[in-house]
């Protein structure tokens, strides 16, 4: 029986890691540029 290693180690599954990493981050990004940064200003700012 193969390992579970040797069952995900496909160039498909690092690509597929890739790209929800990369959505997470870009994600996270936005979160913070569309919430975290409008409310801090209006928070310490106003």
């Known amino acids: 029986m193969a390992s579970l290693r040797e069952k995900f180690d496909h160039p498909s599954w690092f690509s597929a890691g890739g ?3 990369g959505y997470g981050a870009l994600l996270l990004v936005m979160f913070v540029l569309l919430f975290v940064i409008p409310f ?4 310490f700012v106003v």
């Open 19 to 21: 790209v929800l990493f």
């Open 40 to 43: 801090a200003v209006f928070y």
